[in-house]
């Protein structure tokens, strides 16, 4: 797939035009690298959130073996708070190694992530890669921590000084052991997370593929060791599977295994799943989530204190005192068997993904351009968000014929009452009834229903109670009778 700046500007402008995406603070000038969703984006993101939540944890049965895993598990959720205790990040790694290389420019004042230099567009005219004008003085790359800083209480110093999370996933391992004793969970389990992180991210880009606050919706699975290389093969999979079942086309995804030199300090192995995205250059791909295999690198630090690399073995990193650089909680974080009576440190499987890149994915994935034929004969242009129905914001749409005869609309407002409980109803009564199935086309409502004449029974019609269902997606048109209709929709959107 060839990079599609086009594509991409008329998705932008939709997301706008139709409220699914604005700039933070726009009427300020906006600000960079942070976005607000409307009325049909949050519905959107809600409903992307709830089908991940909904798979991993409500619709999850622990008596029941999941087609292609190891054996049976539990699942679990937490909600951890964004601003945790300092010592977390230190002995995670966070504090010390979370950082981009990045470039200033002294003549033009502009910043750049070492590594998107060739990538990026320097400010001045006419438009070349930062280095490329001879007026350009790059500096060296220097180091960037990505946290952003804050401050707990009222004294801004050292001592007071806090992160905002750039992970959900540390939530999850501080809290290991207050849900094994609380909740009686027992190896293989996962918790799994949904919530903001925080990166002050150099050069954030591409709508809202790399922004500076964004949600993440993560999962760390807890096992033995020597399982962790099938349940590893098993969460790659299964989460590739989850975004091609609601409908992202599989030739634009891959599952792209790591090199060994790409892997995180504490990975054993780590595969993304990536979409082909129309700002992506041929044959390029955009993350949307990674599947690692940490080992037992994030309970061991929590319990001991900053790991790092020693050959093969991950070893305690030693101060100038030669006591631990960041110590751990000192906490018990192991696992005791029942069964085999064997104590050992869980090994972890994490699906991380990113919720904001899905809702773009899904949005990049839905938008489709159509020439189509009209009531009249003509051609005419029609834009179709093809969501798949569990996704998409609205369910149905819901339109009285004529909005000056008082019948239709009462029966049509009766529609709506009937389907509301369930799923979320767009009423539109405003306009020619074209106008609204276009208008709801672009919201990417899968089903409209019409409330008619025939409806009513006028003239004795024999489709007294029947309402005219329209496909979003075919555009075609059929008879339904209204005490059919809420079972059909509820099939469709499950
Ligand atoms: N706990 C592991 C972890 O956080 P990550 O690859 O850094 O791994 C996971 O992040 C996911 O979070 C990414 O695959 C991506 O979808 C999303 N993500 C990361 N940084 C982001 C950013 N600046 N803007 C939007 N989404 C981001």
Not at 140 to 157: H, K, S, V
Not at 186 to 215: D, H, M, V, W, Y
Not at 371 to 394: L, Q, S
Not at 426 to 448: K, L, V
Request: charged share 30%.
């Amino acid at each position: 797939m060839a990079k599609d700046s086009t594509l991409m500007d008329a998705i932008v402008s939709l997301c706008k035009r139709r409220g699914f995406v604005f700039q933070s603070s726009e009427i300020y000038g906006g600000l960079n690298g942070l976005w607000d969703y409307g009325p049909l984006g949050v519905e959107l993101k809600r409903n992307i959130k709830d089908a991940w939540w909904r798979d991993m944890i409500t619709t999850h049965d622990e008596l029941d073996q999941p087609e292609g895993s190891p054996r049976k598990f539990q699942m679990v959720g937490i909600e951890s708070s964004i601003i945790m205790h300092p010592r977390v990040w230190k002995t995670s790694g966070h504090y010390d190694l979370f950082h981009d290389q990045m470039v200033d420019c002294r003549t033009c004042k502009a910043r750049f992530r070492a590594d998107h230099v060739a990538s990026s567009e320097c400010p001045q005219k006419p438009s070349k890669c930062p280095g490329e004008h001879e007026t350009c003085e790059l500096t060296e790359p220097r180091e960037f921590n990505l946290m952003f800083e804050t401050y707990i209480g009222a004294m801004r110093d050292e001592d007071n000084k806090a992160f905002l999370r750039p992970e959900t996933a540390q939530g999850m391992f501080v809290n290991f052991k207050n849900v094994v004793d609380s909740n009686r969970v027992k190896l293989p389990f996962g918790i799994a997370q949904q919530g903001k992180s925080c990166r002050n991210e150099i050069t954030p880009r591409n709508f809202t593929f790399r922004t500076r606050e964004f949600e993440q919706m993560e999962m760390e699975f807890f096992c033995h060791p020597e399982e962790s290389p099938k349940w590893y093969a098993y969460w790659r999979d299964r989460r590739f599977k989850w975004y091609t079942d609601l409908g992202i086309d599989p030739e634009k995804l891959i599952l792209r295994d790591h090199e060994q030199d790409e892997l995180s300090h504490y990975s054993v192995g780590t595969a993304d799943v990536e979409y082909a995205f129309p700002f992506c250059d041929e044959g390029e791909f955009g993350e949307l989530e990674g599947v690692a295999h940490r080992g037992d690198f994030d309970l061991r630090s929590h319990m001991e204190g900053k790991l790092v690399r020693q050959g093969d073995e991950l070893v305690v990193e030693q101060g100038e005192d030669g006591k631990p650089k960041y110590p751990g909680s000192g906490k018990d974080l192991t696992y005791f068997d029942d069964e085999t009576k064997e104590r050992f440190v869980p090994h972890v499987i994490e699906p991380a993904a990113g919720a904001d890149r899905t809702v773009l994915a899904f949005i990049c994935n839905a938008y489709t351009e159509e020439t189509i034929t009209n009531d009249k004969g003509k051609e005419e242009a029609r834009i179709v968000m093809k969501f798949h129905p569990r996704i998409a914001p609205y369910k149905v749409g819901v339109f009285p014929l004529l909005k000056n005869k008082p019948e239709l609309v009462a029966k049509a407002r009766e529609v709506c009452n009937l389907l509301r409980p369930h799923m979320a109803v767009f009423y539109d009564e405003g306009g020619a009834i074209g106008r609204r199935y276009r208008r709801q086309d672009e919201a990417g409502t899968p089903y409209g229903v019409t409330i008619d004449f025939e409806t009513l029974g006028e003239n004795d019609s024999a489709d007294k109670d029947t309402v005219t269902l329209r496909d979003r997606d075919t555009m075609e048109q059929t008879r339904m009778a209204i005490s059919e209709l809420l079972a059909f929709l509820l099939e469709k959107i499950r």
